[in-house]
């Protein structure tokens, strides 16, 4: 990368119909001059599967290669030991656009989800952007967080709350999906995770089960009534669990203790609030017919997924236009029942979240360290890349988009909904030590 050689433009008068095709070819091309680090990085962090909070390995690998590519790099941000901050600006005063890579697996499918190919793809849009906006001398700022904790712990949740993402004008990341050649924006569920303690009193079951309180009971009277009230919920509603159980269980003790492990879900955060005081009355029905007391906490409560509609549909345009020809597939927003901390970033500035496609071929499904799965996540990269480009060249554009969001937060009143969900949780939330 060369370095500017006049004063960058400061407030995006820059027209971006003049430049958008050559910001595109430097992001595009930047992004492929890199690829076969991203890829080393990428094997390295899948070979290396790391849960929630305990991505180490995965920290520093990514801010190591961060560091290289010229960002300033802060390690363990934000008083997080494996959140990651990289900043790289042009110039002074542009816009700010913002990235997220996510780095945990999956407890015993190690990173069957992916995320290793999320980690480089936001590493990736990063580079790219930083190397287009120094090439054409615009100003901006990048914004690269490394977001611990996605799958059930919440690490963007805990990342808003302590001012990670102020000033970025949009955040954007890509997440991969199953089967096929191209991408699209979806929209996720609302989810909170509950676990539930039922502590009652060991007792021998053969000789004196008249002085036990069973535990095991309660969790499974719980999972009789949430197996009830199932089919009176709403068809998109979800609520799925297991009874965590001891290996000191053994079928002629009465457990003293027994855990349940829960999700519920609905496809926003408002229905989420109808079904979940179903569901503890559920778990408390449990403890008191069986004679145990109880403790509810909340593992993590993610938002629905609100995807910017400015910023998808931008993303469409340029993924269609660059590789329509080529049978890239660009679909429509579709809606998925998974959910992501995510959400809750697209309730606090816009953003987009699309999901990529590992491509099929020879009748079975690539894995996440393919060569196939790596160029297919480095084009939604791009994608992404050029789309937050655009918000620090383009002013018009980035103001359209603040609009959108602005009146599509109006639309589903958000404030209410964070204040109300907020509320209703606080009995359950406990702090993170
Ligand atoms: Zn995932």
């Known amino acids: 990368m060369s370095s500017p050689k006049t004063t960058p433009s400061s407030t995006g008068s820059t027209q971006w119909s003049t430049v958008s095709s050559q910001v595109a070819q430097s992001i595009e091309q930047a992004i492929q001059e890199a690829s076969d680090k991203l890829r080393a990085v990428s094997l390295d962090i899948h070979s290396h599967p790391e849960l929630g909070w305990e991505e180490h390995h995965a920290h520093d690998a990514l801010t190591e290669f961060m560091e290289k590519q010229g960002f300033q790099v802060e390690r363990h941000a934000y008083g997080m030991d494996t959140a990651w ?18 780095m945990d697996a999956l407890m015993g499918i190690g990173h ?29 700022k990048i914004v690269l967080l490394g977001t611990p904790a996605e799958e059930g712990g919440g690490g963007k949740t805990e990342l808003l709350a302590r001012d990670a993402y102020k000033g970025m004008d949009a955040c954007l990341m890509i997440h991969p999906g199953t089967g096929g050649n191209g991408s699209g924006s979806v ?66 003790v009465i457990p003293g203790e027994a855990q349940l492990k829960y999700g519920v879900r609905a496809p926003t955060a408002r229905e989420v609030m109808d079904l979940v ?57 579709t ?18 979240h699309p999901m990529f496609h590992l491509p099929n071929a020879h009748g079975g499904e690539f894995p996440p360290k ?17 789309v937050g480009a655009r918000i620090v060249v383009d002013g018009d554009f980035a103001q359209e988009t603040r609009k959108t969001w602005e009146k599509q937060m109006t639309d589903i009143e958000s404030e ?17 030590e």
């Open 85 to 102: 901050k990289a900043t790289y600006e042009v110039g002074q005063g542009g816009r700010t656009i913002g990235f997220n890579s996510e």
């Open 370 to 386: 393919a060569p196939e799965a790596h160029q297919a996540a480095l084009k939604a990269a791009t994608g992404i890349a050029v």
């Open 277 to 333: 005081p179903r569901v503890l009355n559920c778990f408390k029905a449990a403890a008191l017919s069986s004679g145990c007391t109880h403790e509810i906490t909340i593992s993590h409560a993610y938002l629905d997924l609100q995807p910017c509609t400015t910023l998808e549909t931008a993303y469409q345009e340029f993924c269609k236009e660059r590789w329509g020809s080529e049978g890239y597939d660009v679909s429509d927003r």
């Open 187 to 252: 929209t996720s569920t609302s989810i909170v995770g509950f676990t539930v303690t039922y502590k009652g009193k060991s007792a021998h079951a053969g000789g004196a089960p008249e002085k036990g309180i069973n535990a095991l009971d309660a969790a499974v009277a719980a999972y009789v009534n949430i197996s009830v009230l199932r089919q009176q919920v709403p068809g998109t509603n979800r609520i799925h669990g297991v009874i965590a159980g001891s290996e000191n269980w053994s079928a002629n």
């Open 416 to 432: 209410k909904v964070i204040a109300n969900l907020k509320d209703l949780l606080a009995p359950y939330r406990k702090q993170r």
């Open 335 to 352: 809606s998925i029942s998974a959910s992501t901390d995510f959400g809750d970033v697209t309730y606090h500035l816009p953003g987009l």
């Open 112 to 140: 069957a989800c992916g995320h290793n190919l999320i980690a480089i793809s936001g590493c990736a849009a990063a580079l790219g952007v930083a190397a287009a906006l120094k090439k054409h001398n615009i100003a901006g």
